[in-house]
């Protein structure tokens, strides 16, 4: 059963995504859609589709120059994002503040660190409640601003607060689920080491 909205392009889309579809299939797929009209979150998806496509076996020649452009932009915008947030990750490390990255940039590095096959919105960073004061002061030292006054205070009803640099977001949570209030639930295994810094993302190529 599809979820309610979901067009066959969309149906289309993911069965080439999941690999369940031949390689043509997706290549058709590319050059029938009107790249200029894709809805925002189909239009995330085609730097996988891009990627998924080439490891197939089908050439680059094959495939829409607009996608291989759209691929290019996703590496730089990520690159940029992720060198905002590096010298304040690589502080609090230093400081033996324990973070993880969750969501998308988790995503990146549990699968390999390709930077040019998912657009990044933001950095989701996770950290203890106790340690979200020294978090914030790491984060202002390295030049990132957030509009909230008193961060310990909004953390207490909201799951998360928003920074911003000149290249990126960046929202700091202190739980994983907005329904999840239980700080027990937030132990982190093992050393304490973060469990994908940005050091571990490797450049696409």
């Given at each position: 059963?599809?979820?309610?909205?979901?067009?066959?392009?969309?149906?289309?889309?993911?069965r080439c995504l999941l690999g369940a579809a031949p390689a043509a299939e997706g290549v058709a797929w590319l050059r029938a859609a009107d790249l200029d009209r894709l809805d925002h979150e189909t239009a995330r998806l085609l730097p996988r589709l891009y990627h998924q496509l080439r490891a197939e076996g089908v050439a680059e020649a094959d495939l829409p120059p607009r996608v291989k452009g759209l691929v290019r932009h996703t590496w730089t915008r990520n690159q940029a994002l992720l060198h905002?947030?590096?010298?304040?990750?690589?502080?609090?490390?230093?400081?033996a503040v324990p973070w993880r990255l969750v969501g998308?940039?988790?995503?990146l590095a549990a699968t390999g660190g390709d930077l040019s096959a998912r657009p990044l919105r933001d950095l989701d960073l996770l950290v203890r409640p106790a340690d979200l004061p020294a978090a914030a002061e790491v984060l202002r030292a390295a030049g990132w601003r957030t509009h909230v006054?008193?961060?310990?205070?909004?953390?207490?009803w909201f799951h998360r607060v928003r920074w911003t640099a000149p290249h990126g977001l960046l929202d700091v949570h202190v739980r994983p689920l907005l329904e999840d209030r239980d700080s027990a639930n937030l132990a982190f295994t093992?050393?304490?080491a973060p469990t994908a810094p940005l050091g571990t993302l490797p450049a696409a190529r």
């Open positions: 059963m599809n979820p309610p909205g979901w067009s066959p392009s969309h149906r289309a889309l993911l905002e947030a590096a010298p304040a990750l690589a502080e609090l490390t230093r400081r998308g940039a988790a995503v006054r008193d961060v310990p205070q909004l953390v207490q093992g050393s304490g």
